[in-house]
Structures are given as structure tokens and as C-alpha cells.
């Protein structure tokens, strides 16, 4: 009925399945994926077990969770493949993103292009952050499909599509792109912000921040004629689904609290998208919050400044917290086995 379509986000194997059934038509993983796996009541055993069975192979805590993160995404990649063949390898792609903590250049494209090879319908995340500008370039002129994300403002969008039109006019054969805007984790973002410098605003007014600066990324994306393909994710709350129908758009939203939500509602269909924004509204978002005023405006940031501008901090603060509650929990396992071993 639109061309808004769900992926769904950190799902355990079931989840994924009955997402699928349920029409997702692509899946995302995040640095944070087997931290939320080993507290699953579903999943947290097996997730251990593929960590016990590692351990005698791997002596370095590092080096296993990047191997147990890409083993446990590979089976997601084959949950979706059917989809990504049924559809001509349009749909049924699954993102993974490597170390939250060694964002260079080299550590992005060697991660990358390891997991790519595992399966075609696995896409790297990279973030955008300057640091990374490379590792795009790179991975793009060797086709692998990208989700190019913590974006959170229009600037880091127009970065991304200078790099995407300067390979491009190599001749290069172009992959599937996608832009990932995290409107839901920026919204929260700005709620915090406003409390913390004690900004009078209305909640109402608040809370269309981030569709904002959606509807301008795909407003620009629609004038350039790009062939990026746009996510919209960090969904917090259902809204965060509902307010993209209409939008060309792939959102994220996890299964438990918001996509088994969402299909039990079985809300009517109202594109709201495209519904404009009143102009006091963004007079006021733009007047009164700064941090929206940077990332709404073309030039409101520029690339040094991405790896610190506060919505971004927020979201990787979060993926740097699961990567070590998952290094620990390895830890803890070694000391289990090694305690085993002994007696």
C-alpha cells in the first residue's frame, strides 16, 4: 500500500523467521547484538555454547567476539537469503557492525570485507564519521553494499553522497547503498538535551525533530536523483514506525515491544509522512534547540565534528556498553573452563 517497508532489528532466530513471515525484508545487527543475544531467555545458552566451543580455538577475548559476532549474523544472513534471491537481491539484506572501540580506516574495510565474503546478502555497517571516509571509498570500488550509519544530520548525508558520486564517476560498479538515519535515538537525544540546558519547549513541538530532518535528507536524496537507499532507525517508540509511512523509506524496529506490537494493533494505513510540518514549528526547533539547528541545516556541521556531536556519542556510547558486557561475559566463561580444567 506504501513504499515504506520494515527491517527488523537484533532479532533472535525465531524472531527473525516470524519477521520475515511477517513481510520484513531485511534484518540489522548492531555492535551490541550478542550482548542483547546472552540475556535473551531464548537465546542466551546457545549464544554460550558457541562461546565455549571457541574458546579452546581462540586465546584472545577480542578476536573471539568478532568471531562469534560474524558466526551468529551468518545465520541470520541464511534465515534471509531466501529473500534476497526471491527478490533479485533487492531485499533481504543483513547489516553487521565490527568494534565500537577500533573505528580506523584499516579495522572498518578488513572487517567489512571478512564478513561480506561470508555471504552476499551480508552489508557492512560503517559509520559516518570522518575516520571512516576511507573505508567507504574503498569498499565501495570493490562493490560490497554498505549501511552507512549514526547519521544525524543532513551534512553527514551530503558527505556520503560526494563520496558515493566520486566512485561512481569511476565507472565503478555500483553496490546497494543504504543511508541509515537514527531518527529515534535522536529525538531521544534532543529530550535530554532540552531537560539537561533547560530549554522551554513544547513536547509536541519536540517530537517532530527528528521527522524533520528526515523529510529534508529525502527531500535533498529526491532532487539529486540519488540511488542511496534510505533507514530509517534507533526506533524507541512506535511512532518512530508509524510517522515514516509513506516515506521511501526501510525502518528498524525491533521485534519484542514494537514490530509484535504493531501487528497485534493492526492500525488503519495513513501515510503521514508527507504531511508538512508546520513552519512555527521548525521556527521554533530551529530558535530554540541548537543541537537540531546543526543537524537540520546543510552546512549546521561539518565532518570533523561528527565523531563528537552529541546524538552520535549517545548511539555509540550504547554500542561500546554491549561490546563489553559481551567481552565480559567471554571472560567470565574462559575463567569458568579454565577453573574446569584445573580440578
Known amino acids: 500500500m506504501t513504499p515504506t517497508r520494515v527491517w527488523v532489528n537484533n532479532p533472535t532466530r525465531k524472531q527473525a523467521r516470524d519477521a520475515i513471515a511477517a513481510g520484513a525484508c531485511g534484518c540489522t545487527a548492531n555492535p551490541s547484538y550478542i550482548s542483547k543475544m546472552l540475556q535473551d531467555r531464548e537465546e542466551g545458552e546457545y549464544v554460550r555454547e558457541m562461546i565455549r566451543s571457541l574458546l579452546p580455538q581462540e586465546a584472545d577475548d577480542l578476536a573471539l567476539l568478532k568471531k562469534l559476532q560474524s558466526s551468529v549474523v551468518q545465520e541470520l544472513a541464511a534465515i534471509f537469503y531466501p529473500v534476497y534471491e526471491s527478490s533479485g537481491h533487492k531485499y533481504g539484506y543483513v547489516s553487521i557492525q565490527g568494534d565500537p572501540f577500533e573505528e580506523t580506516e584499516e579495522n572498518i574495510y578488513q572487517y567489512a570485507m571478512a564478513n561480506h565474503a561470508m555471504s552476499a546478502n551480508i552489508t557492512p555497517k560503517v559509520p559516518l564519521v570522518e575516520s571512516a571516509f576511507g ?18 544530520s543532513v551534512h553527514q548525508y551530503m558527505d556520503l553522497y560526494a563520496i558515493y558520486q566520486e566512485v561512481a564517476a569511476e565507472k565503478a560498479p555500483m553496490p546497494v547503498v543504504f543511508c541509515s538515519h537514527i531518527m529515534g535515538i535522536f529525538d531521544e537525544y534532543l529530550r535530554e538535551y532540552v531537560r539537561r540546558e533547560n530549554i522551554a519547549i ?47 523509506m526501510n525502518v528498524t524496529i525491533n521485534w519484542k515491544g514494537m514490530f509484535d506490537v504493531l501487528l497485534e494493533a493492526d492500525q488503519p494505513v495513513l501515510q503521514s509522512f508527507h504531511q508538512p510540518v508546520p513552519v512555527t514549528v521548525l521556527d521554533e526547533l530551529l530558535e530554540k534547540v541548537p543541537d537540531f539547528r546543526r543537524a537540520y541545516m546543510i552546512n549546521g556541521l561539518q565532518s570533523d565534528e561528527y565523531e563528537d556531536f552529541g546524538p552520535v556519542v549517545k548511539f555509540r556510547d550504547s554500542f561500546r556498553k554491549g561490546w563489553k558486557e559481551a567481552l565480559a561475559e567471554i571472560a567470565k566463561l574462559r575463567m569458568e573452563q579454565n577453573g574446569a580444567k584445573r580440578v
Not at 571509498?137 to 547519521?151: A, D, S
Open 135 to 152: 573505508a567507504i571509498r574503498r569498499l565501495l570500488r570493490q562493490g560490497v553494499p554498505l549501511n552507512v550509519t549514526e547519521v544525524m
Open 202 to 248: 513544547d513536547q509536541d513541538v519536540l517530537a517532530q525533530a527528528g521527522g524533520c530532518v528526515a523529510r529534508k535528507l529525502t527531500e535533498i536524496g529526491r532532487q539529486q536523483l540519488s540511488a542511496i537507499c534510505w533507514i530509517s532507525g534507533g526506533a524507541r517508540r512506535t511512532s518512530d514506525f508509524t510517522g515514516m509511512v509513506g516515506s521511501n
